[in-house]
């Protein structure tokens, strides 16, 4: 069996983008939007399941995953944290896929993440005795963030806005826990963050 044939990805897409003001994962970058990027991203690493979760402006995100075949399941408690879209996405991929033995979870606000850095992460959950395996940038840890079958069930007991970032820190035992990504850090929040990305990559074209 393939490394990743047991492997779930949910990329996280149902925030409000207050700072933006308009959704954000919409946005065109290199020909596509954030999302149908993310979204190839996650193709690229060969999982078994992908899921996209949605809330905040669920009429156009979900007509645009429509256009693009991209799956998604809507959260309807997206307001309560990006907790609840992580318990969401993982109850649906354990739904039609409950033998899942890993899920990855991806933000589709980072474009600078590349299928490489999520290789290097897939064999290190692969090749270690971890049960997580995360990025770091700019001095912290957080998304992309892959975890093993173990801790599905602290995934799906998780609250509040900050996600996933208590549970991985809790299980950073070693260096193997760790990929580092320098660039992981750009994630656009406002239309300053954005413009500063296009025009760096019309700069370095």
Known sequence: MERESQLG?????????????NPKALLPYKGHSFLQNT??????????AIITVLGHYSDQMSAHCKQYNIPYVLNIAYEEGMSTSIRCGLNQLLYYHPSLKSVLILL???PKIVSGHLMKMIFNLSNNPVKMVCTSYGGTSGVPAI????????????????????????????????VACEEGYIDIDTPEDYNQLILAEKLYK
């Open 9 to 21: 990805i949910i990329i996280l897409a149902a925030g409000k983008a207050s700072r933006m003001g």
């Open 39 to 48: 979204f190839y991203l996650a193709q690229s690493v060969n999982p078994q």
């Open 108 to 110: 589709a606000d980072q």
């Open 147 to 178: 975890f093993k079958q173990d801790l599905f069930h602290d995934l799906l007991q998780l609250k509040g806005e900050k996600g996933a970032k208590d549970l991985i820190r809790k299980n950073m035992n070693c260096e193997q826990n760790i």
